[in-house]
């Protein structure tokens, strides 16, 4: 069984008036909308993972205030297909396993392949990249929907999740 991860695809990050503009972002909205709708003709499970921070996160001394929890930039774009059966998964690091209950929420579904899109390339999908990996999980990245502010830094990073995390870029 494989699952969607649409990580980190919040109001802060996608559009330009949000604490953490990613802008190449919203050139990945479509893809991603037309994996959703892949996942869900097939019976497969969709999970949004979301940056939920607190207050005074000590995250924002290197990133500066994003995604705190309960306000607007803590909101996924509304472009994006979410539905109620949608699984929401709300994180306050990278990684998306750290400190969440998401790697039993995928296994009590079956899910032994995870495929990862949203923001940023070489943080967010990366880490959690890595902690899937690590779990035994299959990850797979398509390329057309993930997105970064630096263009080296996710060429890297990409590279890193084929070439040591055994990921499959697509
Ligand atoms: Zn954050």
Redesign the pocket.
């Known amino acids: 069984m494989r699952a969607l991860l649409v990580i980190d695809m919040l109001k802060d990050f996608v559009y330009e008036e949000g604490a953490l503009p990613v802008h190449s972002a919203r050139k990945i909205i479509e893809p991603i909308n037309r994996k959703i709708a892949e996942f869900r003709s097939r019976g497969e499970p969709v999970f949004f993972i979301c ?1 939920a ?1 607190d207050k005074e996160d000590e ?1 924002f001394e290197v ?1 500066g205030e ?2 705190v929890e309960g306000t607007w930039g803590a909101e996924v774009i509304d472009e994006l297909d979410r539905r109620e059966e949608d699984v929401v998964i709300k994180k306050k690091r990278f990684s998306a396993f750290y400190g969440t209950n998401l790697e039993e929420e995928l296994r009590k579904r079956g899910v032994d392949e995870v495929v990862l899109t949203g923001v940023l390339t070489n943080i967010c999908v990366l880490h959690t990249a890595a902690d899937a990996a690590m779990r035994g999980f299959r990850v797979v990245v398509p390329r057309d929907c993930v997105a970064a502010i630096d263009e080296n830094a996710e060429r890297w990073a990409l590279m890193h999740m084929a070439e040591v995390l055994g990921a499959e870029i697509v």
């Open positions: 940056d921070h995250e990133w994003h995604a």
